[in-house]
């Protein structure tokens, strides 16, 4: 997908949840699974881990 589609996506759906809020409407939360070993292929995975333990903080 290119990036321009994807912002555009996110902010439409970013601009959908701000107006049900503004209803009073509940917002159903939206999770998404990422595997950041796949994600971030040039780090090693004791250098993810490392930063894991960090931002975990």
């Known amino acids: 997908m290119p990036a321009d589609a994807e912002l555009s996506n ?3 759906r970013r601009q959908r949840i701000n107006e049900e809020l ?8 939206q999770y998404k699974f990422v595997n950041v070993y ?4 040039e780090l090693s995975r004791r250098e993810i881990k490392q930063y894991e333990e960090t931002f975990n903080r």
């Not at 503004?22 to 939360?29: A, T």
């Not at 796949?38 to 292929?41: A, Q, S």
Request: net charge negative; proline share 0%; aromatic share 6%.
């Open 22 to 29: 503004e209803e009073g409407k509940e917002v159903k939360k």
């Open 10 to 12: 996110l902010l439409s």
């Open 38 to 41: 796949t994600e971030f292929h």
